[in-house]
């Protein structure tokens, strides 16, 4: 397994203003996956990140959006830019070893 | 597409009782089949899984079967406690293909 951490664990933010969420994993790996979790809901994939390329989305998230950064195999960030209420969500990330994915403890983001 | 499907909640029982909750799936070949448990204002932490048809997961007195005939993996326990309070994930991930596809999350309640 992997200990995964975020920070921040939560935050409330302006609209209109971007938030960087930080995702650090205490072994390298080479896939790194952001989900987006709205109240009461299941978890959406917004992309993967592997070292060294570009993160690849998913349909309905773009990289102006929610660019994505991984500047090696035991770190990477999500911002969630221009935000807006419909933003407010938990934010995780999520590491995969041996077939397995292992998740962070999340982000919760209120906009307002 | 690929999918999975879990029974609606909330799920409401006495502590000592006995738990099913019921997942099926649809995918092509052999996915591998898993349960996360998210309790309130945590991440995903992974029960169980499954690899093959027939396998089948135990973690913490949970336990899942893979059944290829019926594309099911239901959890079962033989007697809730209160703290097994929490939303349950079912989750698939096609082989080879590093996605994982998850099921809408049911939330159980265990009351003394």
């Known amino acids: 397994s992997a200990v995964i951490s975020q920070k921040p664990s939560r935050d409330i933010c302006q609209r209109g203003t971007s938030l960087t969420i930080q995702c650090q994993v205490d072994s390298q790996v080479t896939m790194m996956f952001w989900y987006r979790q709205q109240p009461g809901q299941s978890l959406t994939l917004i992309a993967t990140?592997?070292?060294?390329?570009?993160?690849?989305?998913e349909s309905g998230f773009v990289i102006d959006k929610f660019p994505i950064s991984r500047p090696n195999l035991t770190f990477s960030t999500l911002t969630v830019s221009n935000m807006s209420p419909e933003d407010s969500s938990i934010y995780l990330c999520?590491?995969?070893?041996?077939?397995?994915?292992?998740f962070g403890p999340g982000t919760r983001l209120t906009v307002l | 597409g690929d999918s999975v499907t879990q029974m609606e909640g909330p799920v409401t029982l006495s502590e000592e009782a006995f738990l099913t909750i019921n997942c099926t799936y649809t995918?092509?070949?052999?996915?591998?089949l898993f349960w996360y448990v998210q309790y309130p204002g945590e991440g995903l932490q992974l029960l169980l899984k499954a690899t093959k048809a027939d396998d089948k997961g135990s973690n913490k007195g949970f336990e899942a079967t893979y059944r290829k005939e019926t594309t099911s993996f239901h959890l079962e326990k033989g007697s809730v406690q209160v703290s097994d309070s929490a939303v349950y994930f079912c989750?698939?991930?096609?082989?080879?293909?590093?996605?994982?596809?998850f099921g809408s999350g049911t939330k159980l309640n265990v009351k003394p």
């Open positions: 990140a592997n070292q060294g390329s570009e993160a690849t989305y």
């Open positions: 989750a698939l991930m096609k082989n080879n293909f590093n996605k994982f596809y």
């Open positions: 999520s590491v995969e070893i041996t077939d397995t994915q292992y």
């Open positions: 995918a092509t070949g052999y996915p591998s």
